[in-house]
């Protein structure tokens, strides 16, 4: 009578083993830095705008969690290159950033577009009254350097157009009374900053010249660390960032952003 009672406990206590559910698998977190400023609508310093509202469709689809941390662009860019975060956002495309962290695609033939979080442009602003000229081609009539903020890549094409270019500024609204103070003969900035200058007090002194310089998509790059340790969670990423980036849901936010930006 013993033995059986004590083999009827085993067999229970077997069941309400196997009846408790097996704990959850740890959620994988991604680290990722991104400037610390405000680029309507595509991200602010709060953790606003369409690059935060992608990512977070992306953390729901692949069941991860992404760990954000703002510092200056620049160093951003450091941090991602010394492996100190899995990733960094938004990063336009340059052949040199390649030694900065994995863009998504093939590496002999660029960053795959469609992997892409969003496309910008860089607008060219000047002084209103000056005579500098841009035709898509060729800048002229420049009286004085071209400003740009620090570790923008807008800077390789000024450079590569021979002009004389100023590095020395953060923040668009800072470069955007640099200009209205004549220290710059042009600022290049994107198009969502052209957009913020263009609706604030400066903008009486200003005005956006008509041809953009130049449309750039932008990506989620990770670091080398990252892509070497888990190559298949990176893959899965990018996968997911298309695939939410064309998403009904997604392209609703981005149409009412992108809408709000333009009133």
């Known amino acids: 009578m013993a033995r059986s009672c004590l083999a009827w406990l085993s067999l229970a206590a077997l069941g309400c083993a196997l009846q408790v559910p097996a704990a959850a698998a740890p959620v994988e977190t991604v680290t990722l830095c991104f400037e610390r400023a405000n680029v309507q609508p595509w991200r602010t310093e709060q953790q606003g705008g369409l690059n935060f509202a992608l990512l977070r469709m992306v953390e729901q689809r692949l069941n991860i969690r992404f760990d954000f941390h703002?510092?200056?662009?620049?160093?951003?860019?450091?941090?991602?290159?010394?492996?100190?975060?899995?990733g960094a956002f938004a990063v336009s495309y340059m052949p040199e950033r390649r030694a900065l962290g994995v863009f998504p695609g093939d590496p002999n033939a660029g960053a795959d577009n469609t992997k892409r979080m969003h496309v910008d442009r860089y607008m060219l602003l000047r002084r209103k009254g000056s005579a500098v000229e841009w035709d898509g081609k060729a800048l002229r009539k420049l009286d004085g350097p071209v400003g740009f903020q620090l570790g923008y890549s807008v800077g390789a094409m000024l450079r590569g157009l021979g002009v004389e270019v100023d590095e020395g500024s953060q923040r668009a609204d800072e470069l955007a009374r640099k200009l209205a103070a004549g220290r710059v003969g042009a600022a290049a900035m994107g198009g969502s900053d052209a957009a913020a200058v263009m609706r604030s007090p400066v903008a009486a002194q200003l005005e956006v010249m008509p041809l953009p310089l130049i449309e750039k998509p932008y990506f989620l790059v990770l670091s080398h660390g990252m892509a070497h340790r888990r190559p298949e969670l990176a893959q899965r990423i990018w996968n997911a960032m298309a695939q939410e980036r064309a998403s009904p849901a997604y392209k609703k936010l981005e149409r009412a952003a992108l809408e709000g930006e333009g009133g």
């Open 70 to 86: 703002s510092m200056p662009w620049k160093r951003c860019l450091a941090q991602l290159q010394a492996n100190a975060y899995d």
